[in-house]
């Protein structure tokens, strides 16, 4: 075996995104995993849920939306468990996540759990995009249409 530097120019995989776009995800069945990019439109108040079990489970639901579809889309995110009550986000602010599952109760929807990552440091092509994007419809933002029904 012989002993190499490291090469710079590898990324880590944990921030290789290859981004769903809500359009895209309309399509897609339920129980699958990808990686999503959007702005938050809209915060609902941090929540528990009662399971089965008997336990309770903190949740907290954030609509986000893309420039994905000219029709103004929007989709509900879910984090579930620890990460719900460590989020500070807020009308405007463009999150990427990875890994996150596709679920389909009452709607398309997506769901995040402590094991996901979450990044607002990603400072791609798609962050530069949806941030001007953004800006520019922020007053129309929680007006979208959306994929998940309430």
């Known amino acids: 075996m012989k002993e190499t530097d490291d090469d710079v120019n590898i990324k880590n995989p944990n921030e290789v995104f290859s981004f769903t776009s809500i359009k895209d995800l309309r399509n897609l069945p339920a129980d699958i995993w990808v990686d999503f990019i959007g702005v938050v439109v809209e915060l609902e108040a941090p929540d528990e849920i009662n ?6 489970k903190p ?21 579930w468990g620890d990460i719900s ?10 999150i990427a996540l990875k890994g996150i599952k596709v679920g389909d109760y009452n709607g398309k929807s997506l769901n995040v759990s402590d094991e996901n ?3 607002t440091a990603y400072k791609g092509r798609e962050f530069e995009v949806l941030t001007i994007w953004a800006e520019k419809n922020f007053d129309k933002l929680e007006k979208l249409k959306c994929l998940t029904e309430k």
């Not at 399971?51 to 309770?56: A, D, I, V």
């Not at 009550?85 to 463009?94: A, C, I, Q």
């Open 51 to 56: 399971l089965k079990s008997g336990r309770t």
């Open 59 to 79: 949740v907290w639901r954030v609509r986000f939306a893309d420039n994905s579809d000219e029709s103004g889309l929007s989709i509900q995110v879910t984090f």
């Open 85 to 94: 009550r460590k989020l500070n986000f807020k009308k405007g602010d463009v």
């Open 117 to 119: 990552l979450m990044t």
